[in-house]
């Protein structure tokens, strides 16, 4: 029986989100990082109008924090959870199109061993378990945010990832390939180069280049000359084109700083959910604009904007924490 991973704006039954519980990991953030969780979690639910949200918290001192800060309709799922980036942890839903519905658990190794967290290595399996779906294990290291589909069969990643000997050195491109084709449905890949700078997943895709529609692949565009990622952009709108995808442009948030970095703050980090497209802003000029570029592929969903900075210095934004469950 062959399935597919669809498309993220394809309907949900539920979607997973990811809860700070260590304060470490959020330095100086902590609370703002709970609070913007929990307004993605209410804005994605948004008062029964979009789909259910099922928040994962690591202890029942968490729960109670995140019940004074979420809607009353938004389960709470206590769960021995590390860090909160479920895109990368928990279990990865495919579809055969025949009302067949199955999960795929991958290994996971803290993004090439710079992040070990106890829960993370197993959160994918014990969450999977709460479905009662079927389950396929596999026995090589991978995270959702490598790579985005638009349900056709058509995935995008980066070679900074996933050819990264970090992850599984004994994998080559047409080995990644052929795991992916059996796994999630991969019937063809565009490999983009690096991912932006300073990202430490090694370049994530959903970070860069995210699908709006069948073949249509959304890129950010430096509108500044001090944009870090300025000739990554440039060489994946390259790639894309090249492999015959229409771009749809979307403004860069710029030069983003903290403590004098350049950060990897992206747009490019929206979650697709039933009722609206949740889009990370940063307090940046081109916010609005990033905001009125994504209404076009969306209609009927409202675009809405969310502040994601204390997200952000935990290494990641909404996309990154939640994890979707396709319904049949």
């Not at 029942?60 to 979420?70: F, I, S």
């Not at 980066?158 to 019937?187: F, M, V, W, Y």
């Amino acid at each position: 029986m062959t399935f597919r991973m669809p498309a993220e704006w394809a309907p949900h039954d539920w979607t997973w989100i990811g809860f700070p519980t260590n304060p470490a990991e959020w330095p100086g953030a902590f609370d703002g990082a709970r609070e913007q969780i929990a307004a993605f979690a209410n804005a994605l639910h948004a008062g029964g109008k979009g789909e259910e949200v099922r928040l994962v918290v690591a202890h029942d001192e968490d729960a109670r924090a995140a019940r004074d800060l979420v809607d009353a309709a938004v389960i709470i799922v206590v769960a021995n959870l590390g860090d909160v980036w479920l895109r990368d942890t928990a279990p990865i839903a495919v579809l055969n199109g025949t009302g067949g519905r199955a999960l795929v658990d991958f290994g996971f190794n803290g993004w090439g061993g710079k992040y070990r967290m106890p829960g993370d290595e197993d959160i994918g399996a014990r969450l999977a378990a709460t479905t009662g779906l079927p389950t396929s294990t596999q026995n090589w290291v991978f995270e959702g945010g490598a790579i985005d589909t638009d349900g056709t069969g058509l995935f995008v990643t980066t070679e900074q990832c996933l050819l990264n000997p970090n992850r599984n050195p004994d994998l080559d491109r047409g080995k990644i390939e052929t795991l992916l084709a059996g796994s999630l449905g991969l019937s063809d890949m565009l490999w983009l180069g690096e991912g932006l700078l300073n990202d430490h997943t090694d370049g994530h895709v959903d970070n860069l280049a995210r699908f709006v529609g069948p073949g249509v692949l959304a890129l950010p565009v430096a509108t500044t000359p001090d944009d870090p990622n300025a000739a990554i952009y440039a060489d994946a709108r390259a790639r894309a084109k090249a492999h015959g995808l229409a771009v749809a442009d979307v403004p860069s948030p710029g030069l983003v700083l903290v403590d004098g970095e350049p950060i990897p703050a992206s747009y490019m980090n929206f979650y697709v959910g039933n009722a609206a497209v949740i889009v990370p802003i940063y307090g940046q000029p081109n916010d609005q604009a990033a905001l009125d570029a994504f209404r076009p592929f969306f209609p009927g969903r409202e675009i809405v904007g969310l502040r994601s900075d204390a997200i952000l210095s935990g290494g990641g934004s909404f996309h990154c924490c939640s994890q979707q469950m396709p319904s049949l």
